[in-house]
């Protein structure tokens, strides 16, 4: 299983950009997909999830009305659009694939985005 994260970058506050999660190796529709995000010396922090079908979102209350995620089952992709970013918004970013599985569950991660929210 592969998540692999794009779109961070720099950018100053007020600003916006769009983070992607590419997955492979898994069969994405029957995964939760969600945003973390870390901070250096906090904490990882969940920041949004979309369920498999992409009825139902929830995101964090520091970024409702901010951030949207959205999937598309298709193409295997799942993304963030962050608007009117704060420097608080600085961390990151972790694209995370789960499921329960057999009484479990299956976890997987991929390698990181960094954001900076900076003037």
């Known amino acids: 299983v592969q998540l692999v994260e794009s779109g961070g970058g720099l950018v100053q506050p007020g600003g916006s950009l769009r983070l992607s999660c590419a997955a492979s190796?898994?069969?994405?529709?029957?995964?939760?997909m969600s945003w973390y995000r870390q901070a250096p010396g906090k904490e990882r922090e969940l920041v949004a999830f979309?369920?498999?079908?992409?009825?139902?979102?929830n995101y964090t209350d520091s970024v409702k009305g901010r951030f949207t995620i959205s999937r598309d089952n298709a193409r295997n992709t799942v993304s963030l659009q962050m608007n009117s970013l704060k420097p608080e918004d600085t961390a990151m970013y972790y694209c995370?694939?789960?499921?329960?599985?057999?009484?479990?569950?299956?976890?997987?991660w991929g390698q990181g985005t960094q954001v900076t929210v900076s003037s």
């Open positions: 979309i369920t498999s079908a992409g009825s139902s979102t």
């Open positions: 995370n694939a789960w499921r329960k599985w057999l009484g479990g569950s299956l976890d997987y």
């Open positions: 190796g898994l069969t994405f529709s029957n995964y939760r």
